[in-house]
Nanobody
């Protein structure tokens, strides 16, 4: 069974930074495009960044230039470096596969951007 565990969230002031981590157990990730998603109450989960098996990346317009996604296939880890955070980045962040049926969703990690 595949288990995703996200961590690294917290409370940060506008303009601050956080680094999120996602550990994957029960599956390799090297052949898959992996991504970070976020969700706020009452809205659908949205994909904010993804990275393919060649380490090509893409970002939602709302985070482009501020967020950086990376991966360590050997450790089966996914990361999201978030800089210049804004209040509208407040959400629960999740990792998962992209464009294939998702693994069971993890618990996510809460990011709150507020002064």
């Amino acid at each position: 069974q595949v288990v995703l565990v996200e961590s690294g969230g917290g409370l940060v002031q506008p303009g601050g930074s956080l680094r999120l981590s996602c550990g994957v157990s029960g599956s390799i990730i090297s052949i898959y495009t992996m991504g970070w998603y976020r969700q706020v109450p009452g809205k659908e989960r949205e994909l904010v960044a993804d990275i393919n098996n060649s380490r090509g990346t893409s970002y939602a317009d709302s985070v482009k230039g501020r967020f950086t996604i990376s991966r360590d296939n050997g450790k089966r880890m996914l990361y999201l470096q978030m800089n210049s955070l804004k209040p509208e980045d407040t959400a629960v962040y999740y990792c998962n596969r992209v464009r294939l049926s998702p693994y069971p969703w993890g618990q996510g990690t809460q990011v709150t951007v507020s002064s």
